[in-house]
Structure formats: structure tokens, C-alpha cells
């Protein structure tokens, strides 16, 4: 994008400094130095978006590289956090299941004592 915006301000530089050459009431000697006046400010801007390009560049490097990390952190946190959690919640689910056993245990007998009763 960068490529195309620089070709684009250099066209258009070149189309409008020759529009000007044609069509100025102005001296050979005047033109020739409103022109050098004029492509090193043009010089001077396409340095500046240039420089401003790469900074960019950089400034979106720097923000990639933190946001790997910030990624891998919170992978390990959440992973760390999901450990914990299973180890913690590892009894209660083992005595859960033990109760269920036992309450179906309880309801098979009777289950059981109510038909014998019949």
C-alpha cells in the first residue's frame, strides 16, 4: 500500500510540475527554481511518509511480538487454573460418585423389600 501511495504522490508530482511548466507567465530561470524548490519539498514529504511508514512497521512488530506473549501467559494461566480446579474438585466428585452408589444401592433394596412384600 505504501509502494502504490508513493508511486501515485511521485505521478502526480511529476504530472503537476509539468502542467506548471506549460502553463506559467514566469522566466525559464523562475521555473527552474519554483521546480527544484518544489521537488525537494516533495522529496522532503516522501521522506517523512516513508519514515512514517516504517514506523509503523515497527510499531505493529512490537505490538505482534507482545501480543504472543501476552497469548502464551494466559494459555499457562488457564491451563494452571484448570489443574488446580480438577485436583480440587477430584474428592468431591469421587465422594459424589460413592454417594450416587450408594443411594442406588439403597433404592435397588428397596425396591427389592417392597416387592417381597407383596
Do not use: C, H, W
Not at 512514517?52 to 505490538?63: F, G, Q, R, T
Request: proline letters at 2%.
Amino acid at each position: 500500500m505504501a509502494k502504490e501511495f508513493l508511486k501515485g504522490l511521485i505521478f502526480g508530482s511529476l504530472v503537476g510540475g509539468a502542467y506548471t511548466l506549460l502553463n506559467t507567465p514566469r522566466s525559464g530561470e523562475q521555473n527552474r527554481e519554483m521546480l527544484l524548490d518544489y521537488i525537494d519539498d516533495t522529496t522532503v514529504l516522501v521522506d517523512d511518509v516513508s519514515k512514517s511508514v516504517n514506523d509503523l512497521k515497527d510499531a505493529v512488530s512490537v505490538l505482534t511480538n507482545e501480543g504472543k506473549a501476552l497469548v502464551e501467559e494466559f494459555t499457562e494461566e488457564v491451563t494452571e487454573s484448570v489443574e488446580d480446579f480438577t485436583y480440587q474438585a477430584e474428592p468431591r466428585m469421587r465422594r459424589i460418585q460413592e454417594q450416587a452408589e450408594k443411594l442406588s444401592k439403597d433404592v435397588e433394596d428397596l425396591s427389592q423389600e417392597v416387592t417381597s412384600q407383596k
